[in-house]
């Protein structure tokens, strides 16, 4: 009896529209078009013989049975991609593809500073960039959507390896002629809850400063509306409130153009670990500890 399996590619497609729930963007990440996308998954569901996707004009829903298969295909296109990777480690390191998710309270600070000696120092390296919050990226390097993440911690990353680049202080901005005239560095017991601006959830900086505080009124009190760092910045800047921005923001320039000061946080964890992770035991262990120490070096 002749067995016909499916291929990487018809995977492919059927995780993209998982992932996308829209045919069009689908076939966009994967750079082909709607038709073809469209003909390779009909081709999957008349191989296997079952239905994985319920097509209608407004909703792409899949079946309890698409969503078992998904699961799976996930497992199968990162062997795949490892098995590659497997083959290109015994090459040149640092050598065609490598997707690398960086959150955003790095990627806008430290990446326009790394970048161009990279691209100088390794032109065979193809490093595709995808910004996106801890937990994200977390599960894009789980999913396979991801080789590496460059990242802060503690952070909950499950089963990776780590690298770490450096430590980031975490420092205290407030307006200049705030009356209250902070000494040089500001211990967490000066910092009024009823001030301190944080970024929304889902930014593992929140976490960060609240627990280099180490004050549990924060938690409740503190104002949670920042979408990015940019906007805290023009929040303090206009005179409603104060908060904690990493040291490589404040570096990169963040605060130019205001009228902001930005302090140390003297506290016993008053900084976060960047750090660079993969998933364990992967082919290209040796090629992601390269990349940290370039990173570091930056």
Known sequence: MTTYLPTLKQL????????????????????????TLSAGLRELETLLGVTLVERTRRVVRFTALGDQVVAKAHRLLREGEELSALVQAHGAPLVGELRMSVIPTIAPFLLPRILPRLRQERPSLKLFLREEPSAA??????????????????????????A??????????????????????????????????????????????????????????????????????????NGLGLTMLPEMAVKAGILQGTQIVARPLEAEHASREIALVWRKNSPRAEEFRLLASELAAG
């Open 12 to 35: 492919q497609y059927l995780v993209a529209l998982h992932e996308h729930g829209h045919f069009g963007r689908a076939a966009e990440a994967c750079f082909v078009s709607q038709s």
């Open 137 to 162: 990226a977390v599960e894009s390097l789980h999913h396979g959507r991801a080789d590496c993440v460059l990242l802060a911690l503690p952070f909950a990353t499950g089963e990776v390896e780590v």
């Open 164 to 237: 770490h680049l450096f430590h980031d202080r975490l420092l205290v901005a407030f307006p200049k002629d705030d009356p209250r005239d902070p000494p040089q560095s500001i211990s967490p017991a000066l910092i009024d809850e009823a001030r301190l601006l944080l970024l929304e959830d889902g930014h593992c900086l929140k976490d960060h400063v609240l627990a280099a505080c180490n004050r549990p009124e924060l938690r409740a009190s503190a104002s949670v509306i920042g979408t990015s760092l940019h906007t805290l910045v023009q929040m303090v800047d």
